[in-house]
């Protein structure tokens, strides 16, 4: 079975979200760390294709039983600019995120969204959390 993104945060088409948001993305079978790197993930400014600066990361995700990592993280390096549209690209063969069974994301997974004008505070949990942005610390 092929390695594929089940899900992420946000949602596809997602508008309003924090511009300080943590991206994230689940496989759907344990991933090798190391294959997460600026060549297998990419996060543009959807108008001018800038590319965004920020941290890569990878969690294991709370859905298995054995703590496998399946799920990467981008966290922007400074605000995202307000009410612009970013697209996440996640590449596909030949410069894939590898599962730990050697196979490969088959072809490039590609979702957008659009920020909003408020930044979350994890200190006072202040702002309005947008449909399908919840983060971590809320949940």
Do not use: C
Not at 6 to 27: C, D, K, W
Not at 111 to 132: H, K, M, R
């Amino acid at each position: 079975m092929a390695l594929n993104v089940i899900s992420h945060t946000p949602e596809i088409y997602a508008t309003g979200v924090y511009r300080n948001q943590t991206l994230s993305m689940i496989f759907n079978k344990s991933i090798q760390p190391l294959t997460v790197t600026w060549e297998t993930i990419s996060v543009h400014d959807g108008t001018s294709y800038a590319t965004v600066v920020g941290s890569l990361g990878t969690e294991w995700s709370s859905g298995t039983a054995d703590g496998t990592v399946v799920q990467a993280t981008f966290t922007p390096e400074s605000n995202l600019l307000p009410n612009t549209k970013y697209v996440v690209y996640v590449f596909g063969t030949p410069q894939s995120i590898i599962a730990t069974d050697g196979e490969e994301i088959p072809s490039t997974y590609s979702w957008e969204f659009t920020t909003g004008l408020e930044t979350y505070d994890e200190d006072t949990a202040s702002g309005t959390i947008p449909s399908g942005t919840i983060p971590s610390s809320v949940t």
